[in-house]
């Protein structure tokens, strides 16, 4: 937190009526140092992780800019643009802006897929002042020419590098070629890959940067453990963790759609009230499982790393990686779920031997060691192997499982 308040920032009577609403006083670091660059109108390339508030970032100035400058939008179009990666961040946006808009007269559509068209497109027809939307059934409706963007002032671009995960990025790059050169844009990252710094050099001009590094997320406030555990035994090690008092309310994470659903199996055969949320699931199934798990009557959530972008629930308890994420900074993303809103929470990870690789990476990114629980297994401070497959195989087949972790699942929201 900051020592700056919102009152500081300049931010209009009606956002500052919402915010004393919500009992929001003191912004985080990238609000206190994103929100006076908006207002000023400049572009914007914000580096921040899940928990940092980026959401309340863009969005308080975009809708401070939208009331300042008023106009009608014009039929089928929108004032401003916010793309995201996944429904759930979309609905969590679109929240957001009820949140902070509630004393303003500012419409809005969420365009997404998984849900009928038929209701989006009834209400862009008026147009609105934000349209919030994932980028492949925007295209669709752009191209059924349901969708005009060329009088668009604001364009956001959240999570770009989960964007560039899941294939977007060509969309982003023809829906981004229909809007005004002349704009405010904003383009919000947890990582830089090539392609994302690629993208931000074409559309963002002369843009502030801000960073916020994972060292500096809430991570220090959450209890971060590893058992290493055979991958045969991790069920049963689930389940007892399960069983032990204070495990009230506990998000599971897995690599694949497939492992979340086997989970979600063997859970439900031991009575543990268990849903899933994953890309093979409807948009209703996936906002019932939300609900239910907000509302306390789940106590568990299985989750995917794409389909968990946009979980915003407070008081989780626990993050336990069933399986450990190939990309390190996934990690800092999973377990930012819990230690929301300055509370503390509790990280547990499930380490077999084809995945110390992945723990490594994890301790080198956090810039700490995860604390051991249980046995530590005897080779585990074993040198590793000077070979270039790395550490020391296991068995027959190694190499080919290892190679096969490597490639990105294309299908695991």
Do not use: W
């Not at 309340?56 to 106009?71: C, D, G, I, Q, V």
């Not at 690629?198 to 058992?227: C, F, G, S």
């Not at 299985?302 to 399986?323: C, F, L, M």
Request: net charge positive; aromatic share 4%.
């Amino acid at each position: 937190m900051t020592n700056v308040t919102f009152a500081d920032l300049g931010l209009s009577n009606r956002l500052m009526k919402a915010l004393s609403a919500a009992n929001y006083t003191t912004p985080t670091p990238i609000q206190a140092e994103a929100i006076p660059v908006l207002l000023d109108g400049h572009d914007l390339l914000g580096i921040a992780q899940t928990g940092t508030g980026k959401t309340a970032a863009f969005t308080l100035p975009l809708l401070h800019n939208l009331e300042k400058t008023h106009r009608p939008p014009g039929q089928r179009c929108a004032r401003a643009l916010i793309l995201a990666p996944t429904r759930e961040l979309v609905i969590q946006i679109s929240e957001s802006i009820k949140t902070y808009g509630r004393n303003m007269q500012m419409s809005q559509a969420v365009v997404m897929g998984g849900v009928g068209k038929r209701p989006q497109i009834e209400k862009l027809r008026r147009g609105v002042d934000v349209l919030v939307a994932t980028p492949g059934r925007l295209l669709d409706l752009m191209n059924l020419r349901h969708v005009d963007l060329n009088r668009t002032e604001y364009l956001i671009l959240d999570e770009a590098d989960r964007m560039l995960d899941m294939g977007f990025i060509r969309d982003v790059r023809k829906i981004v070629a229909k809007l005004p050169e002349k704009r405010q844009t904003l383009l919000f990252s947890a990582t830089m890959p090539g392609d994302v710094a690629k993208l931000a050099r074409e559309i963002l001009d002369n843009p502030h940067r801000i960073e916020i590094a994972a060292k500096t997320v809430a991570v220090e406030r959450i209890t971060q453990q590893v058992y290493h555990v055979d991958a045969g035994a991790k069920r049963t090690r689930l389940i007892e963790l399960l069983a032990e008092p204070g495990f009230e309310r506990v998000i599971v994470f897995t690599r694949t759609k497939h492992g979340a659903d086997k989970v979600v199996k063997f859970l439900a055969r031991e009575k543990v009230n268990t849903e899933a949320i994953h890309g093979n699931k409807s948009q209703g199934a996936r906002q019932k499982a939300l609900d239910n798990f907000r509302k306390g009557r789940t106590r568990v959530l299985v989750a995917t790393d794409i389909a968990s972008r946009g979980i915003d629930v407070d008081d989780i308890t626990h993050v336990i990686n069933y399986e450990l994420p190939h990309e390190p900074e996934s990690y800092v993303h999973r377990i930012g779920r819990t230690a929301r809103a300055g509370a503390d929470g509790i990280a547990i990870s499930f380490c077999d031997v084809s995945e110390r690789a992945h723990l490594r990476g994890i301790e080198r990114l956090i810039k700490r060691k995860l604390d051991v629980i249980g046995e530590v297994p005897d080779d585990l401070s074993a040198p590793e192997s000077k070979t270039r497959g790395g550490p020391s195989r296991p068995g027959t087949g190694f190499k080919k499982r290892r190679r096969r972790q490597r490639r990105p699942d294309r299908r695991a929201a």
